[in-house]
C-alpha cells in the first residue's frame, strides 16, 4: 500500500509539472492562420497579477532554418468574440505558417511584474511554459480574391510589396475614410461621442453569406452591415481599407482597445470636449485590453483577408500620438504595440502606420519604426504619415538606413490633386536614391475639406482620376487610398456608405485592371517625365521595352525613344477600352495625336 501510495504521488508530481500542450485549431495549411489555445492561469481583465503586463507568451515555430517568434495574449474564456466574457484560462497564439510540411513549437511562458514589454527573462509561469510539438501543414487550397491564394505580402526592397505564393507585385486603391471605420455598434463597448456610432445600414444588403463565419454575439449576428459593407467594397475590385485604432482625444474618440475606469456615459460627456486631457490621462486604464471588443476586431479583419483586402493600421493620429509615454517607446507603447502584434500581425496584407500626420520627433519616430522591426515576427510594412507641408522635416532625415521605415503614407493638400504626382515622384527617387526603396502610397490624396466628393456632386471624378489616381501610379507609387473631405456628404467621420462614391470605384478598378492584366513590369519601371516636352504627359517607363505615356489633356504626344519597334495602344482611363494605333511608331521620335480631347494612356511594348 505504501508502495503504491509513492507512485501515485510520484505520477502526480510528474503529470503536475508537465508543460500543457495547447488546442490547435484552423485550417493546417500554408497562409491560413493557426492557432494555438493553451489553459493557463485563470485571469481577468482586472485582476492582480495583470494579465497583459505580468505575464509573456512566446511561440517560436520552426521549420529548418526558419524561426518565427510569435508573442501571444490573454484570451479570457477563448470566446470572447461571442460571449463578451472578461475572465477565463485561455492563453492565445496566431501563426500563418510560409510552407508546407513539419512545423516545430516551441513555448515561453514568463512572469513578473512587468515581463510583458521587458527584457528580463522572468519566472516561469508554468502551465504551458516549456511545451514542445510538432504539426503538419499542407498547401493551401485557396483561389481567387482571397489572399491566402496569394500568400504573404512582403517588402522585397523594391517600390512595390510581392506576394510571396504567386511572385506577383502589389498595386492596392481602396478606402481611407472613415478613420473611425472601427466605431460600429454592435462592437463590444464601444461609445457614442458626437453620435458618430455607425450602423452601415446602406450595406445591409451587400452582405454574403460567406461572410457567416465571421459574425460576432451571443447569436453570431453582429456584424452583419460591416461585413457587407467589405463585401461590396472588394465587389467594386478595391483591394484595401484604413482605420484606427487609437482615437482618444482625436477627431473621433470613440475607437480604442483600452478599458475605461467610468461607464461609456461618462466617457462620453467627457469626450464630447475634444481636445480635453481627462480621455487619456483620468478615465482610461493604459495597460488593461477589452478583450471581446478586439477579438470582434479580429473578425472583420478575418474577412477582410478573405476579401482580398490590404489592412491599412493607423496606430495613432495627431491629436494623440504624445500620449503613451509622452510620445516616446516606454512601456505604455510597447504594450500596445504588442497586443496589436500578437493578435493581428498574422494577416497577409497590412502596413502599420505609425501616426496620421505625425507631430512627434524623427528620433521619437525611427524608435516606434525599430520595435515594429524588431518585434513583428513577419516584418510587415512601416510606414509614416505626416502633414504635407512637413514631408522634408520627416522623410528626409528617414530615407535609406537612417530608419527600419519601409514605406511612406503621403497626404497632400490640394483640392484637384495636383500636388500627387510631384510628392510621389520625389519620395520615390529619394528612396532610390539613398538605397533603400521605399514603397510609397498616396492615403490621403487631395485636401481636409473636399478630396474624393460624392458621385452625386461629381460623377466624372476627372480631377481624382487624372491627377490622384494615375498620377500616383506614374510617379512609381503603389496606390490610393482615398480621403473623403469633410466639407460634403459621407465624409472621413460621417461616412456609412461606401457606396457614395461607386462611379470611382470603377474608375479605381479599371487602372488596376490594366496594370494587372497587361502584366506591366512596375517593379522595374521608373518615372521618365523628361522624355517628353509637352506639360500635360507623365511618363512610366522600362528603358526599351515599355513605355506608359499619360496625356492629361487630349493633346499631340511627343516622345523621343532610344530605338524603334514598339506595338502602340491606346487606352482610355474612363471605361477600359482600347483602341489600336495605325500611325506609324517606326521611328524613334513619336508623334501622335490623342483620338479625343480628354485624359488618354498611351501603351508602348515590345
Known amino acids: 500500500m505504501k508502495h503504491l501510495l509513492i507512485f501515485a504521488l510520484a505520477a502526480f508530481l510528474l503529470f503536475s509539472c508537465t508543460p500543457n500542450k495547447p488546442e490547435i485549431t484552423g485550417e493546417l495549411k500554408t497562409w491560413h492562420k493557426i492557432t494555438l ?18 505575464y509573456r507568451l512566446d511561440v517560436i515555430f520552426s521549420k529548418g532554418d526558419q524561426n518565427f517568434v510569435v508573442p501571444g495574449y490573454f484570451a479570457a474564456d477563448g470566446q470572447a ?12 497564439v496566431h501563426f500563418s505558417p510560409n510552407a508546407e510540411g513539419e512545423w516545430t513549437y516551441k513555448v515561453s511562458f514568463k512572469k513578473g511584474a512587468g515581463i510583458a514589454v521587458s527584457k528580463d527573462e522572468g519566472e516561469s509561469a508554468k502551465f504551458m511554459d516549456g511545451a514542445t510539438g510538432t ?45 473611425n471605420f472601427l466605431a460600429y455598434y454592435e462592437i463590444d463597448n464601444t461609445p457614442n461621442v458626437g453620435d458618430r456610432l455607425k450602423k452601415w445600414e446602406d450595406h445591409a444588403g451587400d452582405y454574403n453569406q460567406d461572410a457567416e463565419a465571421f459574425l460576432w454575439g451571443p447569436d453570431k449576428q453582429k456584424g452583419k452591415n460591416l461585413l457587407g459593407a467589405i463585401n461590396y467594397l472588394s465587389s467594386k475590385g478595391m483591394n484595401a481599407f484604413s482605420f484606427l485604432t487609437f482615437n482618444i482625444d482625436g477627431d473621433d474618440r470613440n475607437v480604442y482597445p483600452y478599458l475605461l475606469k467610468v461607464s461609456n456615459e461618462e466617457y462620453e460627456k467627457a469626450a464630447n470636449v475634444k481636445k480635453n486631457p481627462k480621455q487619456w490621462e483620468e478615465l482610461t486604464i493604459h495597460d488593461r485590453f477589452d ?50 502584434i500578437a493578435r493581428y500581425s498574422h494577416h497577409l496584407a497590412l502596413n502599420w502606420n505609425l501616426g496620421e500626420e505625425m507631430t512627434q520627433t524623427v528620433q521619437q519616430v525611427k524608435d516606434m519604426a525599430a520595435y515594429f522591426a524588431k518585434n513583428d515576427p513577419y516584418k ?15 522623410y528626409a532625415p528617414l530615407v535609406g538606413e537612417n530608419s527600419e521605415l519601409t514605406g511612406l503614407s503621403i497626404q497632400t493638400n490640394q483640392p484637384d490633386f495636383s500636388r500627387v504626382h510631384s510628392a510621389v515622384n520625389k519620395w520615390v527617387k529619394a528612396s532610390a536614391k539613398a538605397g533603400k526603396k521605399w514603397v510609397v502610397a498616396v492615403d490621403e490624396p487631395g485636401d481636409a475639406q473636399h478630396a474624393l466628393i460624392t458621385d452625386e456632386e461629381n460623377p466624372e471624378h ?28 459621407h465624409s472621413d467621420l460621417t461616412c456609412e456608405s461606401w457606396r457614395s462614391r461607386d462611379l470611382f470605384w470603377d474608375q479605381c478598378n479599371i487602372a488596376l485592371d490594366f496594370f494587372n492584366e497587361n502584366e506591366i513590369p512596375v517593379e522595374t519601371m521608373v518615372n521618365a517625365n523628361e522624355l517628353t516636352s509637352t506639360e500635360n504627359d507623365y511618363v512610366f517607363a522600362k528603358t526599351g521595352q515599355v513605355y506608359l505615356i499619360y496625356s492629361k489633356t487630349g493633346e499631340n504626344i511627343e516622345i523621343n525613344l532610344p530605338d524603334v519597334g514598339y506595338t502602340a495602344t491606346w487606352f482610355n482611363p474612363r471605361n477600359g477600352k482600347s483602341l489600336q494605333i495605325t500611325e506609324s511608331t517606326a521611328n524613334e521620335e513619336i508623334k501622335l495625336q490623342c483620338p479625343t480631347e480628354q485624359d488618354w494612356l498611351l501603351y508602348l511594348q515590345k
Open 37 to 54: 489555445t493553451f489553459d493557463g492561469p485563470e485571469s481577468s481583465e482586472m485582476t492582480t497579477p495583470n494579465p497583459f503586463t505580468d
Open 81 to 92: 468574440a461571442f460571449t463578451s466574457a472578461d475572465s477565463g484560462n485561455k492563453w492565445r
Open 135 to 179: 504539426f503538419m501543414v499542407e498547401k493551401t487550397d485557396k483561389s481567387g480574391r482571397d489572399l491566402r491564394a496569394h500568400g504573404r505580402l512582403q517588402y522585397v526592397g523594391e517600390h512595390y510589396q510581392r506576394f510571396a505564393e504567386t511572385g506577383q507585385y502589389f498595386l492596392k486603391c481602396g478606402a481611407d475614410a472613415p478613420e
Open 291 to 340: 478583450v471581446s471588443k478586439m477579438d470582434q476586431w479580429e473578425q472583420i479583419f478575418a474577412y477582410g483577408e478573405m476579401k482580398g483586402m490590404f489592412l491599412h493600421f493607423k496606430t495613432q493620429e495627431n491629436e494623440n500620438d504624445q500620449k503613451m509615454d509622452g510620445g516616446e517607446v516606454g512601456p505604455e507603447r510597447k504594450l500596445y504595440y504588442r497586443e496589436l
Open 380 to 394: 510587415n510594412l512601416v510606414v509614416v504619415h505626416t502633414f504635407p507641408e512637413q514631408h522634408d522635416k520627416y
Open 462 to 489: 476627372n480631377d481624382a482620376r487624372i491627377n490622384g489616381l494615375w498620377g500616383t501610379f506614374m510617379a512609381g507609387g503603389c496606390g490610393t487610398e482615398w480621403y473623403f473631405g469633410y466639407k460634403h456628404p
